[in-house]
């Protein structure tokens, strides 16, 4: 097989044995760029959509992505390789095996220098980095076009200065000073604000007699960064100008370090457990633990850090695996205790225990051992205020329990691990927090492949993908799993995926014994107060992917205030995690599934009777009411009519200003688990909650066109409606499935569903829903061009609206009277009705109602001709949608403004506008609304005479209108089609074609107002 070699550390490359491939095209570049970087991962679609067009991708992104890879694909087959490039759901992989890729090759000789650097190598560490960087071939990529590729470039770039940093330093070990200067210039030179070169430059100057010049570096690096950034230079670099200003001995080259004497073996600890087996990932954590090898050396405050998590997190791993690593840079040796401050069987280790163990294990006989603590604590550390030794503190349960334990300065270093924040560290010491989160999903995949066996997984690496994230990456849950497959051969990994798939077996497969993931999560949750114990577990009841502090404050029935106190205690605990936040929007939190399934338990087991059904009803309550008060906030009139609003929580009036200051925010923030909680509901029998909770998102899946959701909620919550007969529920979701319907221009499907939700509505005497019913047919008969039907219905809809007090819709209809008439050429019949329309919707306050009134009376007046005020009008529907982020109403009052623009011969702001509206036609997959847009455009191009353009773009708008059922917008595209090849003598125009030589000129050009004429009415 070929062999492939990879080479993006300068311009892209992919040589083979015959040569270089030739990738055509930025696309194709970017894309494979991209597969290259994460070779061995799944890259999604919707990531290399974003690497190709950062800025605003095509509606056809996506194809265009697959069609990229195609190409590819064959490149790859034409140069003798089918298996490189792997479709893996949600996007692509490029499977490796046994090509090359220069980025894996640096990366891997870089830590070959740094591991013999942990082990005194250090020439060979110089070695091993001038290899790494001799596969750099100028920038990464070759200056890459995109936000993403550019991201990934520029840490590429800052891992190759920081080793040209690591090397230079090991250099100046070796007394290779003066060869150094050169080089580190120039690095200084085009890296100017990084002080680790500027004082390795200042060291290799001085080292080199050049003494005035190293204090010239000092000096021009100080003015640039208080210049530039307003900031004195870092402690390294002040330290080390004040030792050259006092030519200290410090600075002089160290002779070669002969290996120290062996001292006797009482007084040199050596306690570290065994490394972890197949340690997998946590880089970044390591590099930041080796932070503490490299901070100035303070004789008062000792170097320290703490790694905080959750229970099988792998915190004890990794301070092991890091301790083992660097061992040998502590010649006074380490020390190790496990102090049990989450010890199921036992209580805490006393501070004066683990004393007693250190200082007889620093060669302190027992008789000279205090019997008093703070005598003990004083002893430990004067013994270490002359040595270097690593001390690692194990399930650290406080503060109390760890300061005893603490060296009080010198060269020791402390890593601590907890499961709780120890916050008083940061009052009185400069310590290093690590939170350690789980494994990224590719690092859980190797964890796999290494406890398991890359046979085991064979060609499918969708499964154990779909492993990891069962498992939550979490590194105990994958170690349990790994084992499991290891053990038996006979289990499939498909097998072990099926059996962690079902929630109500995961916990058991992963906590064999009484040991494993639950035990772990057990211990923690038996140590909170027992109020947070309640909030966790009852939280743990929710199906939604993340949620707000007063949905806490539901679940337990308290204000919103103590609620964020006792879901601060359980993020403490590492039990929940703060959601990515927005700025400006309040915090949200959400569960790991392992955790959340854990919490189930707990609520089934530890919850009275009936609390737990109690507390979900809360919840769903609050989401209700929030809802429901945000639709009225939409919509500026009472919602819900004809029923029952959901009676306000105690707790959620006062907040509902802050909360709902932007309705359509609020719904947005909310937009998953107000799906989550529809799905929850249908599917627990709360029918009621399932159906109103769908009613009151509606605008927001309007406004913002989430139509999958809108569908999906409707559909399981007309389930549950027919499953528990709740007949209004059921009349309901006909209805909005009706709307939908409509939304997507499917008029026959829309008029099934609303006629048996009017049968059903008439039924239960639903006077509001009845009307918004009969609204829907009027829609339905008008886009099939029956308009005294539409009429009929409007009529009936009205004097439902009217006899119910719904103002809002009572406006709507006025403005879809007004359409009505002038679909009809009715002129004088439309204007008074859109007026009113426009009159009636700003008496509720509600902007969308009045955006869509104005729209209504904007074309009346561009139907009557009134251009000046028809375009004033379309300016307002503008700003008022674009102001409430209504994607939908945008597309329309561009459509309606662009031609308005050629009505009045302003051709080049027409095309602009129109534009514009088709590009959000796309977006939102609206054909009716594109088949509009593009006959206006078809318009432009007429008049402007490119006759061959204006027909292209009617065919376009006829198929479109076709294809959605819109017949009479379907015949005004054939007649402009039709006079616009007559006009230019094609055959099929439905006129004469004019002979050559005839004498007689073709037509060019069309006049607005001739178009005009054609769009409304037919000809005779």
Not at 234 to 261: K, M, N
Request: proline content about 5%; glycine content about 8%; aromatic content about 6%.
């Amino acid at each position: 097989m070929n062999r492939f070699v990879f080479r993006v550390l300068g311009p892209l490359v992919v040589q083979t044995d015959d040569g270089p491939l030739r990738i055509n095209g930025r696309r194709q570049a970017t894309v494979l760029s991209m597969l290259v970087l994460y070779a061995d991962r799944i890259v999604s679609v919707d990531t290399l959509v974003d690497a190709v067009w950062p800025e605003s991708p095509p509606a056809t992104a996506r194809n265009q992505i697959a069609i990229c890879v195609a190409t590819l694909r064959k490149t790859f087959k034409q140069a003798g390789v089918t298996d490189l490039l792997i479709t893996s759901p949600p996007g692509y992989l490029l499977a490796k095996g046994e090509h090359r890729i220069d980025v894996q090759e640096f990366m891997e000789r870089a830590e070959q220098g740094r591991d013999a650097a942990r082990h005194g190598r250090t020439e060979e560490a110089c070695t091993h980095f001038e290899e790494a960087l001799s596969i750099w071939r100028g920038s990464a990529l070759d200056e890459p076009s995109g936000s993403r590729l550019e991201a990934e470039t520029t840490r590429l770039e800052q891992m190759r200065l920081a080793l040209m940093e690591e090397r230079a330093g090991l250099m100046l070990q070796l007394g290779r000073h003066r060869a150094l200067t050169g080089e580190l210039a120039e690095l200084v030179a085009r890296h100017p604000l990084r002080e680790q070169c500027r004082e390795h430059l200042m060291l290799a100057l001085y080292r080199s007699g050049q003494r005035a010049e190293a204090l010239e570096v000092f000096l021009q690096g100080r003015r640039l960064l208080t210049e530039q950034l307003g900031i004195e230079p870092g402690p390294g670099l002040r330290q080390l100008h004040d030792l050259i200003l006092r030519d200290s001995p410090e600075l002089t080259r160290p002779p070669a370090v002969a290996a120290p004497a062996p001292a006797a073996l009482n007084t040199i600890p050596a306690q570290l457990p065994a490394d972890v087996m197949a340690f997998t990932g946590r880089q970044r954590e390591m590099t930041s633990l080796d932070r503490l090898l490299k901070e100035p050396y303070n004789p008062h405050t000792p170097a320290l850090a703490t790694i905080v998590g959750v229970g099988g997190v792998g915190k004890t791993a990794l301070a092991v695996h890091w301790a083992s690593q660097v061992a040998d840079q502590f010649p006074d040796g380490q020390l190790f205790a496990d102090l049990r401050g989450y010890d199921e069987e036992h209580a805490p280790v006393s501070p004066a225990a683990v004393l007693d163990r250190f200082l007889r294990a620093l060669g302190i006989g027992a008789p000279q051992i205090p019997p008093d603590a703070d005598e003990r604590a004083s002893l430990f550390r004067s013994l270490l205020s002359t040595r270097k030794t690593l001390i690692v503190l194990d399930n650290v349960r406080s503060f109390h329990q760890l300061r005893p334990l603490l060296p009080g300065g010198g060269r020791s270093v402390v890593l601590a691990t907890s499961r709780e924040s120890l916050g008083d560290l940061t009052g009185d010491y400069t310590a290093l927090t690590i939170r350690l989160r789980m494994l990224e999903p590719t690092e859980a995949t190797a964890l796999l492949i290494k406890l398991a066996g890359a046979d085991r997984f064979g060609s499918d690496p969708v499964a154990v993908e779909q492993l990891g994230a069962l498992c939550d990456c979490l590194p105990l849950a994958l170690r349990i799993a790994g084992a499991r497959l290891a053990a038996k051969p006979g289990l499939s990994v498909r097998s072990l995926v099926a059996r962690l798939r079902d929630h109500r077996s995961r916990l058991d497969v992963l906590s064999p014994g009484e040991g494993g993931v639950r035990a772990g999560f057990r211990l923690t949750y038996r140590d909170l107060a027992p109020e947070a114990a309640r909030m966790y577990r009852r939280l743990g009841l929710l199906r939604t992917a993340d949620f707000a502090a007063w949905a806490g404050a539901a679940v337990l029935d308290t204000d919103v205030w103590h609620a964020e106190e006792l879901i601060d205690q359980l993020v403490d605990a590492q039990l929940l995690e703060v959601a990515d936040a927005e700025p400006g929007r309040a915090a949200r939190y959400r569960f790991q599934d392992l955790l959340r399934l854990f919490a189930r338990e707990r609520a089934e087991s530890d919850e009275p009777e009936g609390e737990a059904d109690a507390a979900l009803g809360r919840a769903f309550a609050a989401w209700l009411w929030l809802a429901e008060e945000a639709h009225r906030r939409i919509d500026g009139r009472e919602f819900p009519v004809g029923r029952t609003p959901e009676p306000a929580p105690r707790f959620l009036p006062e907040l509902a200003d802050e909360l709902l200051a932007v309705p359509m925010d609020w719904f947005e923030s909310e937009r998953t688990a107000v799906a989550d909680l529809v799905s929850h509901a249908a599917e627990t029998g709360r029918a009621r909650y399932a159906w109103t909770l769908t009613e009151s998102a509606v605008p927001h899946f309007e406004t913002k066109n989430y139509l999958e959701d809108w569908q999906r909620c409707a559909e399981l919550a007309l389930a549950s409606a027919r499953r528990t007969g709740d007949q209004p529920g059921e009349a309901t979701m006909l209805r909005l499935l009706g709307s939908l319907a409509i939304y997507q221009r499917r008029y026959e499907q829309a008029e099934g569903w609303n006629m048996a939700a009017l049968r059903l509505l008439r039924n239960t005497g639903d006077l509001g829903g009845a009307a918004l019913a009969q609204r829907n047919l009027a829609m339905c008969a008008r886009f099939q061009g029956d308009w005294e039907r539409a009429l009929e219905f409007c009529e009936a809809a009205l004097a439902g609206f009217h006899a119910s007090g719904d103002i809002g819709n009572e406006a709507h209809l006025l403005g879809f009277q007004a359409q009505i008439e002038l679909d009809r050429g009715n002129m004088g019949g439309a204007l008074p009705l859109a007026e009113e329309a426009v009159a009636l919707s700003r008496r509720t306050g509600s902007v969308r109602a009045e955006a869509q009134s104005v729209y209504r009376l904007a074309e009346v007046r561009l139907r009557a001709g009134d251009l000046g005020e028809a375009a004033e009008a379309f300016d307002a529907v503008l700003r008022l949608t674009r102001g409430e982020g209504d994607r939908v109403g945008e597309a329309h009052a561009l459509r309606g403004l662009g031609q308005t623009q050629w009505s009045q011969g302003l051709l080049s702001a027409a095309g602009g506008t129109l534009q514009q509206a088709l590009e959000i036609t796309e977006e939102l997959a609206d054909r009716f609304l594109y088949a509009r847009v593009e006959t206006d455009l078809g318009c432009v191009e007429a008049i402007g005479g490119g006759l061959t353009q204006a027909a292209e773009r009617f065919r376009r708008a006829r198929a479109a209108f076709g294809e959605v059922g819109a017949q009479p917008w379907r015949a005004q595209a054939a007649r402009l089609l039709a006079a616009v090849q007559n006009a230019a003598g094609e055959p099929g125009g439905g006129g004469r074609p004019v002979a050559a030589g005839s004498g007689e000129p073709p037509h060019r050009s069309f006049t607005a107002a001739e178009l005009t004429v054609l769009l409304t009415r037919p000809e005779d």
